[in-house]
């Protein structure tokens, strides 16, 4: 199950990609605003007092690390992380930046989802708008359809074997509580992001609202 949720994720995102726009529609946007929501929830209920439990002094100095990671990283994907493609996608050259940034966010957020039913929830919903709002930038563009696919599944699995690594290798059993500050400072950065851009012009309408607390109050429930 935490292998095979962030693949289906992906695959969702493609099949509502060919289905609807999801720049403009709006089920699409409050979906985004869902899982900005439930995804800032479940690491605020999970994982913030996981790390600080640890009482380690430099837990803050690494969630601050992965907020500037994160900001990094979207420099090279134009914002993809939080429902956004600030591109046009007219070239055939293959987006070998924009996979690097996607694959080492994936990486890094899939972790501590061996630990957390609740985060791996958390992050198939939010793989979703972002699956959707990616291959619809590479089925639009010029780029081999063999290519998008192999990009699509490079993206897919990328988030399994960050589970399979904190499984699997015990040395970074050492290091857990860092990386999972490193996670905590990206999912507050793209989490904060998308409820932020879900109110243009600073004013949220009442469906956009009501989501969002149905995601924090699921969160906390779950």
Do not use: C, R, W
């Amino acid at each position: 199950m935490i292998f095979a949720l962030p693949i289906i994720a992906v695959f969702l995102g493609y099949l509502i990609s060919l289905v609807i726009k999801p720049s403009s529609s709006t089920g699409f946007q409050l979906l985004l605003s869902f899982s900005g929501a439930f995804l800032l929830a479940v690491t605020v209920f999970e994982l913030l007092p996981e790390v600080y439990g640890s009482e380690d002094q430099k837990v803050g100095l690494f969630i601050m690390l992965g907020l500037l990671l994160q900001i990094f990283l979207e420099f090279l994907s134009k914002g993809v992380e939080h429902g956004h493609m600030h591109q046009h996608g007219e070239t055939a050259k293959f987006p070998i930046l924009l996979l690097s940034s996607l694959s080492i966010h994936s990486l890094l957020e899939g972790f501590p989802l061996s630990t957390s039913t609740e985060l791996l929830h958390g992050v198939m919903i939010h793989k979703i708008p972002v699956a959707a709002i990616l291959s619809t930038f590479l089925l639009h563009s010029k780029i081999a359809k063999m290519k998008v696919i192999l990009f699509l599944a490079i993206f897919a699995v990328m988030t399994p074997l960050g589970s399979l690594a904190h499984s699997y290798i015990d040395i970074l059993d050492t290091y857990a509580v860092y990386i999972n500050a490193i996670v905590i400072g990206i999912f507050l950065h793209v989490s904060t992001t998308i409820l932020f851009e879900a109110s243009k012009n600073h004013s949220f309408n009442i469906s956009k609202l009501a989501v969002i607390i149905v995601g924090i109050l699921l969160a906390y429930i779950l």
